[in-house]
Every structure is written in structure tokens, then in C-alpha cells.
T-cell receptor, first 112, second 114 residues
């Protein structure tokens, strides 16, 4: 059974700092990996999707990498801002259109 | 704009009552999902459907029921058999086609037992 772990569970940084969120998964036979953002009491917003054949994806200040063989992904946030404060969730799917398995998330606080 | 609409945003249920959460999508996605989120925890899969008139149990299906009569709609009923239904419920959809498609989530329904 696929298990997804995110480290750290919580992170507090000063504004402007670059930071890395980690995600690991136990079964490397994934179809894709997706990073989401969740604000308190809200739904999930998709940030980046990496197909299993890809190594990384970038969107603005966000960069996600994937090392499928070692079962790891990282989300890099450059020049963090208070508006980046949210919970970041990592999820993997095993086939297209199949169920997602989520990690428990990293709660990020960026202090002004 | 395409997306997923969940309603209501807040729902209150009395003990022993069944309630139904609505989820509608206009993305033409084949697959739809219901997840439950408890405070400080990740999302757990309740039910999912990959095609109309077919659905499968997820990890925590007990006390819940679904239907998929239309591609666009995947309502979730929380029955009286669900002993601890207070949670945040999220609906999602995805495409079954190969390609660079991910998953889209609704804005959630917060269910509280009163």
C-alpha cells in the first residue's frame, strides 16, 4: 500500500527566505505527483504536477522536483512571502485518473 | 470557467439523520472522488467513480453512500451509520485520458453534527 510522508509537519520562516518542503513515497511505481496548497477552511489548489517521466516543474517562485527511483519529491519556494502561508500537500497517483494518496501536509508560516 | 461546485458550504446534521452533499463538475472529467479531512490530518478517500453508473469504495466507506447517474454529478450521502461524521468533505475530479492532466478540487463542505 502506498504511503506518503511529508517533512517537516510545520515550518515557520521569516519573509524572503528560500525554503524546501519534502515529500517521500514508498512505492516508486507512480503515474504522477502533485503538489497542492490549502488555505484554512478552503479546498485544495493545484500548484504543480510532475509526470513520472519528468524530473521537475516550475511555476513562478515554485519549483518541484521528482526522483522516482528514490521515492522523493521536493517543493522549493523562492523568496517566501507572508501570502505563501498555508498548508502544502503532496499526493501521488498510480495510474491516470486513479485515486490520489496524500501526505499529511506541511503547515508553512511566513512571518513579515 | 470549468470547475467543481460543492454545496452547501456548511451543513449541520442532527443525530440519526441522513444528509447529502452535492458535487457537480463541468470539466468533462470521467473520474470523481470524495475525500474526508479531519483537523491536522491528510485527506482520506471515501468513494471514487471512474465512469458513470460505477463506483468503488475507498479507505473509509463505512457509513457513506454515493451514486453516479450522470457524468457531471457525484453526490455523497452521509448516513446515520457514520458515527463520527463531523469533518471537512472535499470532492475532486480527474481525467482518465493519458496526458498532463491533474486533479481539480472543489471548495469543500464542512459538516457538523449538532
Amino acid at each position: 500500500k502506498q504511503e506518503v510522508t511529508q517533512i517537516p509537519a510545520a515550518l515557520s520562516v521569516p519573509e524572503g527566505e528560500n525554503l524546501v518542503l519534502n515529500c517521500s513515497f514508498t512505492d516508486s511505481a507512480i503515474y504522477n505527483l502533485q503538489w497542492f496548497r490549502q488555505d484554512p477552511g478552503k479546498g485544495l489548489t493545484s500548484l504543480l504536477l510532475i509526470q513520472s517521466s519528468q524530473r521537475e516543474q516550475t511555476s513562478g517562485r515554485l519549483n518541484a522536483s521528482l526522483d522516482k527511483s528514490s521515492g522523493r519529491s521536493t517543493l522549493y519556494i523562492a523568496a517566501s512571502q507572508p501570502g505563501d502561508s498555508a498548508t502544502y500537500l503532496c499526493a501521488v497517483s498510480e495510474t491516470s485518473g486513479s485515486r490520489l494518496t496524500f501526505g499529511e501536509g506541511t503547515q508553512l508560516t511566513v512571518n513579515p | 470557467d470549468g470547475g467543481i461546485t460543492q454545496s452547501p458550504k456548511y451543513l449541520f446534521r442532527k443525530e440519526g439523520q441522513n444528509v447529502t452533499l452535492s458535487c457537480e463538475q463541468n470539466l468533462n472529467h470521467d473520474a470523481m472522488y470524495w475525500y474526508r479531512q479531519d483537523p491536522g490530518q491528510g485527506l482520506r478517500l471515501i468513494y471514487y467513480s471512474q465512469i458513470v453508473n460505477d463506483f468503488q469504495k475507498g479507505d473509509i466507506a463505512e457509513g457513506y453512500s454515493v451514486s453516479r447517474e450522470k457524468k457531471e454529478s457525484f453526490p455523497l450521502t452521509v448516513t446515520s451509520a457514520q458515527k463520527n461524521p463531523t469533518a471537512f468533505y472535499l470532492c475532486a475530479s480527474s481525467t482518465r485520458d493519458r496526458g498532463n492532466y491533474g486533479y481539480t478540487f472543489g471548495s469543500g463542505t464542512r459538516l457538523t453534527v449538532v
